[in-house]
């Protein structure tokens, strides 16, 4: 089940998501209502996180109502609105917190430069991005900043939506708590250096690149949440990204360092996770820093997942 939030003529609804289309969940719940006479009470609001499992109070009536449109096209293309007269937003709304990881696939590590460690060797490396600023709707622009606009760079990634509060949870529970899975481009800024004239510090190195994830846009996130229980194996998707229709990354998610399950499991035993809270599990290899090649204003990324569907994000300049 893939599940959307969008904006129609000035509302935000939720909705099932195809390429075709998106099915307005009330539409289609009034539709199942009409043709089998049960009258299914779904929650109010635009939480898509009451319609997921493990524990959203809809999950089950709103899976009906997936298996039936299923089963009943006719009555799927009456309601749906074509994906050009919607405008798509980012599934989860304010997230408590997004975490993105990094070094997580051997080949992105070997590409720029560094020697890729065996699992039993390492740690998966955690850093975060201020969700209300960097989150950005499905169709929306990604902005070059004024202050560094020479080495943006993209990043297709699996992203978990957490489902239930999750603290020290072991890796064999971990999957019972997600409430699906998304995409975001976690876009880059290469070589962010502020105050070019500084007197250089141990730790410059790593605040430059931690500053260079954080401007404004730089977490395109979307269409939908494709619901845990849709997806039997989130280590078996296929993920590719494309710039100007040119394929830059083609990967799988098995190739993943850290598998989902480490991943939840891991931040579980540092802090706790709260149903929305995102989780970027890192990038392939592909990216623009391996063959010096950046985003321009101009440029329109995609970024797939398999199950999932395509991030689309035009580049513009700032200003």
Not at 127 to 145: A, C, N, R, S, Y
Not at 182 to 207: A, I, L, Y
């Amino acid at each position: 089940m893939r599940l959307c939030r969008f904006r129609h003529q000035n509302v935000v609804h939720l909705g099932f998501y195809s390429e075709e289309g998106v099915v307005p969940l009330a539409a289609a719940a009034g539709a199942y209502a009409d043709a089998t006479h049960e009258k299914l009470a779904l929650p109010s609001g635009d939480n898509l996180l009451d319609y997921l499992p493990p524990d959203g109070k809809g999950f089950a009536g709103a899976q009906k109502v997936a298996h039936w449109l299923t089963g009943q096209p006719g009555a799927a293309a009456k309601s749906a609105l074509p994906i050009a007269k919607v405008e798509l937003l980012v599934p989860v709304l304010r997230p408590n917190k997004l975490f993105l990881l990094a070094g997580n696939y051997a080949a992105h590590i070997i590409e720029g430069g560094g020697e890729a460690p065996e699992r039993k060797e390492t740690f998966p490396y955690v850093f975060m991005k201020p969700p209300t600023t960097t989150l950005t709707d499905p169709g929306k622009p990604v902005v070059i900043p004024t202050v560094s606009p020479k080495f943006i760079d993209w990043e297709c990634e699996l992203c978990i939506v957490m489902g239930r509060r999750a603290r020290h949870v072991s890796e064999n529970d971990a999957l019972g708590y997600v409430a699906g899975y998304t995409v975001v481009n976690d876009v880059s800024d290469r070589k962010f250096r502020p105050n070019p004239g500084r007197k250089e510090r141990g730790n410059d190195k790593w605040f430059d690149w931690e500053h260079g994830k954080w401007h404004d846009t730089f977490c395109p996130c979307g269409p939908c949440i494709t619901s845990s229980d849709a997806v039997a194996d989130p280590q078996k998707l296929k993920m590719r990204l494309t710039v100007n229709g040119t394929v830059k990354q083609s990967a799988t998610t098995g190739q993943q360092i850290f598998p989902v399950a480490a991943v939840v499991a891991f931040i579980s035993d540092i802090v706790t996770l709260e149903p929305g809270d995102l989780i970027s599990t890192g990038t392939p290899a592909g990216t623009g820093s391996a063959s010096n090649t950046f985003l321009k204003a101009g440029d329109r990324m995609e970024a797939w997942i398999e199950g999932i569907g395509t991030l689309v994000s035009p580049v513009v300049a700032e200003g």
